[in-house]
């Protein structure tokens, strides 16, 4: 179903609070209240996309919109939805060049409190022409232990052709998670699939029919930089998703699919759907794509000089510093991965040496590795070459196992406490517990890494496990056939409590429908556990 972008109204605080957040829209498709925002070029400006929150801190925070023309961004925000002595912060012009989407920096914010904020826009050419304001709402990470910190976490979004559906009422995970009222998301990585074509409708096993809203930057593979940001602005015309981002801040980091599959620095195509077969100048496109679409601090236009970057750290209080990493634009060419010498790995020298001085450095009582890829779990990229850090070898370190060694060995040496690994991308949800005593490679200490997703794609088998560093998988919850719909398997996303008072850590899987399929519970001030 081929879908035109209608008109719609904005959402205020109270109703996203109370769960009553209707679709922003005048046309629904079918009575299914999915509805798609407007780009109309009459009138005052609108900012009918939506609103985001990104990278929060205690006393700091980004805000994106995206208008319909040219207009300047004044986001103002307030301690009460009544925004009565509310704070002005002048935005940025936003014009063609970005693609009509603006990012305005907030500072000052009091820690540990719910901020109010409303995007209006005004037209550059007369300042008494302004849009209908755009509410939305986060809370600043608390300067106090005591507080906690609660988040969820997932990827994978519009994968292997699955698209918003009406029928099942579209990306009906972020509504589950919506609910939950998490202080932050984290969205790791496959935010969009810029290789993956949305048809009309696709015939499921059992005769069933699944329909997409479709758009035409979604009928190829994304090459230009208007189709890598058609496929940004796919996921938006979801309700779902225009409802959460006004309720819950992301911090979001990218893996392949927001380029190409399985991409690699240096790469060059021999897929004929590709007439740009360069994947450096594809994953330019995608990256300013990326940053356009997304509220990411080192992202932002800061005109210091300084690299515009994914991986950062995003400090949320005394409990918790989450370190994102990209594992996408500094690594080596995908191979069989039997190298006895590797000092670019999957992190790159410079991000592996940037990670060892912010671990060293965090008082953060957990600090969570935010990675776009597992360590051991076997991810083949075709017959011989393998796409993450593991390989199957089960002996010692070899290829991209060797950054990860060192990396772990640093951890333990140092008495880095803390340490938890989160990542989604193979499809399915798992616990992997890794332990010296089952490893090949035995200078580290124990450690747990958890995987959930796909937040809105198609399900997968588990992988194996490869034993180089001991992983036990002590959960494990996915299809038995690849590619299984949303309307054949659950989604799935993780949830991260920290208890103020314990300084508890609870890792809990949760599928669509509510179900936590499983919990563990860490203890604090630990090296390995």
Same mark, same amino acid.
């Given at each position: 179903?081929?879908?035109?972008?209608?008109?719609?109204?904005?959402?205020?605080?109270? =109703?996203?609070?109370?769960?009553?957040?209707?679709?922003?829209?005048?046309?629904?498709? =079918?009575?299914?209240?999915?509805?798609?925002?407007?780009?109309?070029?009459? =009138?005052?400006?609108?900012?009918?996309?939506?609103?985001?929150?990104?990278?929060?801190?205690?006393?700091?925070?980004?805000?994106?919109?995206?208008?319909?023309?040219?207009?300047?961004?004044?986001?103002?925000?307030?301690?009460?939805?009544?925004?009565?002595?509310?704070?002005?912060?002048?935005?940025?012009?936003?014009?063609?060049?970005?693609?009509?989407?603006?990012?305005?920096?907030?500072?000052?914010?009091?820690?540990?409190?719910?901020?109010?904020?409303?995007?209006?826009?005004?037209?550059?050419?007369?300042?008494?022409?302004?849009?209908?304001?755009?509410?939305?709402?986060?809370?600043?990470?608390?300067?106090?232990?005591?507080?906690?910190?609660?988040?969820?976490?997932?990827?994978?979004?519009?994968?292997?052709?699955? =698209?918003?559906?009406?029928?099942?009422?579209?990306?009906?995970?972020?509504?589950?998670?919506?609910?939950?009222?998490?202080?932050?998301?984290?969205?790791?990585?496959?935010?969009?699939?810029?290789?993956?074509?949305?048809?009309?409708?696709?015939?499921?096993?059992?005769?069933?029919?699944?329909?997409?809203?479709?758009?035409?930057?979604?009928?190829?593979?994304?090459?230009?930089?208007?189709?890598?940001?058609?496929?940004?602005?796919?996921?938006?015309?979801?309700?779902?998703?225009?409802?959460?981002?006004?309720?819950?801040?992301?911090?979001?980091?990218?893996?392949?699919?927001?380029?190409?599959?399985?991409?690699?620095?240096?790469?060059?195509?021999?897929?004929?759907?590709?007439?740009?077969?360069?994947?450096?100048?594809?994953?330019?496109?995608?990256?300013?794509?990326?940053?356009?679409?997304?509220?990411?601090?080192?992202?932002?236009?800061?005109?210091?000089?300084?690299?515009?970057?994914?991986?950062?750290?995003?400090?949320?209080?005394?409990?918790?510093?989450?370190?994102?990493?990209?594992?996408?634009?500094?690594?080596?060419?995908?191979?069989?991965?039997?190298?006895?010498?590797?000092?670019?790995?999957?992190?790159?020298?410079?991000?592996?040496?940037?990670?060892?001085?912010?671990?060293?450095?965090?008082?953060?009582?957990?600090?969570?590795?935010?990675?776009?890829?597992?360590?051991?779990?076997?991810?083949?990229?075709?017959?011989?070459?393998?796409?993450?850090?593991?390989?199957?070898?089960?002996?010692?370190?070899?290829?991209?196992?060797?950054?990860?060694?060192?990396?772990?060995?640093?951890?333990?040496?140092?008495?880095?406490?803390?340490?938890?690994?989160?990542?989604?991308?193979?499809?399915?949800?798992?616990?992997?517990?890794?332990?010296?005593?089952?490893?090949?490679?035995?200078?580290?200490?124990?450690?747990?890494?958890?995987?959930?997703?796909?937040?809105?794609?198609?399900?997968?088998?588990?992988?194996?496990?490869?034993?180089?560093?001991?992983?036990?998988?002590?959960?494990?919850?996915?299809?038995?056939?690849?590619?299984?719909?949303?309307?054949?398997?659950?989604?799935?996303?993780?949830?991260?409590?920290?208890?103020?008072?314990?300084?508890?850590?609870?890792?809990?899987?949760?599928?669509?429908?509510?179900?936590?399929?499983?919990?563990?519970?860490?203890?604090?001030?630990?090296?390995?556990?």
């Amino acid at each position: 179903m081929s879908l035109p972008v209608p008109g719609s109204s904005s959402p205020t605080r109270r =109703g996203v609070l109370r769960g009553s957040l209707a679709a922003s829209a005048a046309l629904t498709l =079918g009575g299914t209240g999915l509805a798609a925002p407007a780009f109309a070029l009459s =009138g005052r400006p609108r900012a009918e996309w939506g609103v985001q929150a990104g990278d929060v801190s205690a006393s700091s925070g980004l805000v994106w919109v995206r208008a319909d023309r040219p207009a300047r961004m004044l986001v103002e925000t307030s301690a009460t939805e009544s925004f009565r002595h509310a704070r002005r912060h002048l935005g940025p012009l936003i014009g063609a060049s970005t693609d009509f989407t603006g990012t305005t920096a907030l500072r000052g914010l009091p820690s540990g409190e719910q901020i109010h904020y409303r995007v209006t826009l005004v037209d550059p050419d007369d300042p008494r022409r302004t849009g209908e304001p755009v509410s939305g709402t986060f809370r600043t990470a608390p300067s106090r232990r005591r507080d906690g910190v609660r988040f969820l976490w997932s990827g994978d979004i519009a994968g292997q052709g699955w =698209g918003i559906n009406p029928d099942i009422g579209g990306f009906r995970a972020y509504e589950e998670m919506r609910r939950l009222d998490p202080d932050f998301f984290l969205c790791s990585g496959d935010t969009i699939y810029a290789d993956g074509v949305i048809q009309p409708s696709v015939t499921l096993p059992d005769g069933r029919i699944w329909r997409n809203v479709t758009t035409p930057e979604k009928a190829k593979v994304a090459e230009t930089l208007d189709e890598y940001r058609g496929n940004f602005r796919y996921n938006l015309l979801d309700h779902n998703v225009r409802a959460f981002n006004a309720q819950v801040p992301s911090v979001v980091q990218w893996d392949d699919h927001e380029v190409r599959n399985n991409w690699y620095p240096g790469q060059i195509l021999d897929d004929p759907r590709y007439t740009e077969k360069d994947v450096d100048v594809l994953a330019a496109r995608a990256s300013r794509a990326f940053g356009e679409y997304f509220p990411v601090s080192t992202l932002h236009a800061r005109g210091d000089g300084r690299e515009r970057r994914v991986h950062r750290v995003v400090r949320y209080g005394p409990l918790l510093d989450v370190f994102v990493l990209d594992m996408r634009s500094y690594r080596n060419a995908n191979s069989p991965g039997r190298q006895a010498d590797d000092t670019t790995g999957i992190l790159g020298a410079e991000q592996l040496a940037w990670l060892k001085r912010e671990l060293a450095a965090s008082r953060a009582v957990w600090k969570v590795l935010a990675a776009d890829m597992p360590i051991g779990l076997v991810v083949p990229d075709g017959a011989a070459n393998f796409e993450a850090i593991a390989q199957g070898d089960p002996g010692a370190p070899l290829g991209r196992e060797l950054q990860i060694a060192e990396l772990l060995r640093f951890v333990k040496h140092r008495r880095i406490t803390g340490t938890v690994w989160l990542t989604a991308d193979v499809h399915y949800t798992s616990a992997q517990h890794y332990a010296p005593e089952r490893a090949a490679f035995q200078d580290f200490a124990p450690f747990w890494e958890f995987v959930s997703g796909p937040l809105a794609a198609g399900g997968f088998p588990a992988n194996a496990l490869d034993a180089t560093f001991g992983p036990e998988r002590v959960f494990v919850r996915a299809p038995e056939r690849a590619n299984l719909s949303p309307m054949e398997s659950p989604q799935y996303f993780g949830e991260v409590d920290i208890d103020g008072h314990s300084g508890e850590l609870t890792v809990r899987l949760r599928a669509e429908g509510g179900t936590v399929l499983f919990s563990k519970v860490l203890q604090p001030g630990r090296v390995g556990q």
